[in-house]
C-alpha cells in the first residue's frame, strides 16, 4: 500500500489508479506496489530505463527557459484550441481536407492564428495514440468484454472492429473503447483470430483478462465448431459469451417475411432503385402526393424494414395510381413488375400486416440500445415480446 512519507524521499507520487500503485515522476507512469510494497518501488528505481531518465532529467532544461510567460500562455490557448478543433473533426468522422477548408472562414474571423497544412492530420495522430495507450492500460490491468464486430461486403476492405469495455478505474464508470481497427479481407474463423490475437501480442494483453466476448450471431463469430469463439476459448476456457439480441430478433423476423407468400422486399427495393433512377418531381406533380420518404431497406439493416414498408403504406394509393397509369405501365420490366404487384390487395394486406407486427419488435430492438445498461431487463422483455407476439398471431386454443 502506497506511502505518503515516500514522496520525502523518492521522486513518486500517490496515482491516481488504487493505493496499490504509485506514479513515478521521473518515468511518467504507474509502478505497481501491491506484491512487497517498498521493496517493489527500490526495484524499479534501480532499473535502467529509470536510470536512464533519472540522469537525463538533471541535464534537461525546462521550456520556461525559451519562452517568456505571457508567450507560454497564448501558445497554450493556441493548442487547446488546435487540439479540441482537431477532437472534433476525429469524433464526427469529418474528412482531414475539412481543416484546409476551414482555415479560409477562420482567417477572416481571427486574423491572428498560425496554423499549418498537415497539423490536424498530426495532432489527431497524436491524439489517437494517447488514447490508445490508455485503452491497452486498462485491458492489461484489469478484467474486460472483448467485443468484435466485421464490417459489410460493400467495401473494397473488410474492416474489423475491436472493442473492450471495462471498468475505468479512476472515473468509477463503465467505458466501452475502441482497441484497434484491422483490415482482414478473407473473413473466416482463423483470420479474424489471428487478427484480434495479433493485437494482444502486440500490446501484452493476458487472455486471461477477457472475461465475456461480444458479436452478432453469425456461425463464423459464436459457432460451436470452427469459430472466433471457439479459438478464443482455446486460450481461456472461462470465457462467456451472450450472442447479440438484436441479431437473433433480426434473424426470427427474416424468417417470417420469407414465409410470407408474396415478394414484399423484391417490391420495396424495386420502388427505391425507381424513384433513385428517374424523376422524382414527375410522381409528385402528378399525384399531388405528401413528400414520399424514400428509405432503403437492407437486408442487413434491423430496423429498416418497419420504416420502408411504414411509408409506403401512408402513399399505398397515390403510389398505385402513379404506377397503374397509360404513361407508366407501357414501360417494361421493372415498371410492370412494380404495377402488379401494387394492383394487387393481397401484397398490400401484408404489408398493413409487417407494419404492424413489426413495431412491437422495433420497440424491443429500441430498449436495449439505450446508451446505459439494460441486460437486467433482458429476459423480462423478451418474455414480455413473446406474449405479445403469441397473443397477437396465434390462437388460444392451439
Not at 505571457?70 to 488546435?82: G, H, I, L, R, S
Not at 413489426?358 to 424491443?364: Q, R, V
Amino acid at each position: 500500500k502506497y506511502n505518503p512519507d515516500w514522496s520525502s524521499c523518492f521522486p513518486v507520487k500517490k496515482s491516481r489508479l488504487s493505493d496499490e500503485y504509485l506514479f513515478c515522476l521521473v518515468c511518467s507512469e504507474d509502478i505497481c506496489i501491491g506484491n512487497s510494497g517498498v521493496n517493489d518501488l527500490k526495484k524499479h528505481l534501480e532499473t535502467s530505463k529509470h536510470i536512464s531518465r533519472a540522469a537525463a532529467s538533471k541535464t534537461q532544461q525546462t521550456l520556461m527557459v525559451f519562452f517568456r510567460a505571457a508567450q507560454q500562455t497564448f501558445a497554450k490557448k493556441v493548442t487547446n484550441a488546435e487540439v479540441l478543433f482537431c477532437q472534433a473533426i476525429a469524433e464526427h468522422g469529418l474528412p482531414i481536407v475539412f481543416a484546409d477548408h476551414f482555415t479560409k472562414p477562420v482567417k477572416l474571423m481571427f486574423p491572428d492564428p498560425s496554423i499549418a497544412k498537415t497539423k490536424a492530420t498530426a495532432i489527431i495522430k497524436a491524439l489517437a495514440n494517447h488514447h490508445s495507450e490508455s485503452v491497452v492500460m486498462h485491458a492489461k490491468m484489469g478484467p474486460g468484454t472483448l467485443m468484435v464486430d466485421e464490417s459489410n461486403d460493400v467495401c473494397s476492405n473488410k474492416e474489423v472492429c475491436i472493442m473492450i469495455r471495462y471498468f475505468h478505474q479512476i472515473l468509477k464508470v463503465v467505458k466501452t473503447d475502441l482497441l484497434s481497427m484491422l483490415t482482414c479481407n478473407t473473413a473466416n474463423a482463423d483470420n479474424l483470430f489471428s487478427a484480434i490475437n495479433s493485437v494482444f501480442v502486440a500490446h501484452h494483453i493476458p487472455w486471461e483478462n477477457v472475461i465475456s466476448f461480444s458479436s452478432d450471431s453469425a456461425s463464423v463469430m459464436i459457432g460451436k465448431n470452427n469459430s472466433v469463439l471457439s479459438w478464443i476459448k482455446q486460450q481461456s476456457n472461462s470465457v462467456y459469451s451472450l450472442p447479440c439480441v438484436f441479431h437473433i430478433s433480426h434473424l426470427a423476423a427474416k424468417d417470417a417475411v420469407k414465409a410470407i407468400p408474396k415478394p414484399v422486399e423484391d417490391l420495396l427495393v424495386d420502388i427505391f432503385y425507381y424513384f433513385t433512377g428517374s424523376d422524382y418531381q414527375q410522381y409528385q406533380q402528378w399525384c399531388d402526393a405528401d413528400e414520399l420518404q424514400l428509405i432503403k431497406h437492407g437486408g442487413t439493416r434491423w430496423l429498416s424494414l418497419c420504416q420502408a414498408v411504414a411509408g409506403y403504406n401512408n402513399q399505398w394509393e397515390p403510389l398505385k395510381a402513379y404506377f397503374g397509369s397509360s404513361s407508366q405501365i407501357e414501360h417494361p420490366g421493372r415498371v410492370q413488375r412494380i404495377n402488379t404487384y401494387m394492383q394487387d390487395e393481397e401484397m398490400h394486406l401484408y404489408f398493413l400486416f409487417l407494419e404492424h407486427g413489426l413495431d412491437d419488435l422495433i420497440t424491443y430492438n429500441m430498449f436495449f440500445q439505450a446508451e446505459d445498461s439494460r441486460v437486467v431487463y433482458l429476459w423480462e422483455e423478451s418474455v414480455k415480446l413473446l406474449k405479445t407476439l403469441l397473443n397477437q398471431f396465434v390462437k388460444s386454443d392451439v
